[in-house]
């Protein structure tokens, strides 16, 4: 069965770490939740890649541009500090 997993701030250094490992094994690993300051371009590569279900951006400017480099779309897509 896999290990579900959420990771917060999946584009910085270790985030990004841990994206490739679930990457690499997914048959023991899945991303369930992934989030981001603003780094908008790398979050929405990962959320092709891994289709979490849920997703967090902070940085609300990012929206649109956000939105429009999914291929997936994820069921919960949040945007905004408090999310």
């Known amino acids: 069965q896999q290990k579900k997993i959420a990771i917060l701030g999946s584009t910085g ?3 990004t770490q841990a994206v490739e490992i679930i990457s690499s094994r997914p048959e023991y690993f899945k991303a369930t939740t992934l989030t981001a300051n603003s ?3 790398k979050l929405a590569e990962q959320v092709n890649t891994l289709r979490p279900r849920t997703v967090v951006l ?3 400017n990012c929206r649109e541009d956000f939105l429009s480099l999914l291929k997936f779309k994820p069921a919960n897509i949040l945007f905004g500090k408090d999310a």
Request: charged share 35%.
């Open 13 to 15: 250094s270790i985030g």
């Open 39 to 41: 780094s908008y371009e």
């Open 58 to 60: 902070c940085d609300e």
